[in-house]
């Protein structure tokens, strides 16, 4: 069974904008760039910033301590400080709400 979660109002989240959002234990950064919508891990995987403060480059998010760079569509890291990936989840917009699928 497919476990889809509302995290916000489609309304909320302005476009090249992003929002920290927690489902259970996760804390998830959403993020909409060129109207596309990316859910990925909120903590960098450096020292754990909060990713959704870090700065939008294209389809990468920039971590606001060390500047670390992972993409946004897949969670991969782009290089050291980090070396390990973030978490992606897949993401949709559903009747004015956007849903992250949790397994």
């Known amino acids: 069974m497919e476990n889809w ?11 090249n904008n992003c929002a920290a959002v927690s489902v259970g234990d996760l804390e998830i950064g ?14 960098c ?13 294209g389809m990468d998010v920039m971590c606001p301590w060390h500047g670390a760079k992972f993409c946004l569509k897949t969670g991969a890291s782009r290089g050291a400080p ?6 992606s989840y897949p993401v949709r917009l559903i009747e004015g709400d956007i849903q992250i699928k949790i397994d």
């Open 30 to 43: 959403i993020f909409r760039v060129n109207d596309q919508l990316f859910a990925v891990s909120n903590t």
């Open 45 to 57: 995987t450096h020292i754990g910033a909060p990713l959704t403060e870090g700065y939008i480059e």
């Open 5 to 15: 979660v509302k995290v916000l109002a489609n309304t909320e989240l302005m476009n």
């Open 82 to 87: 980090a070396e390990t990936d973030l978490v």
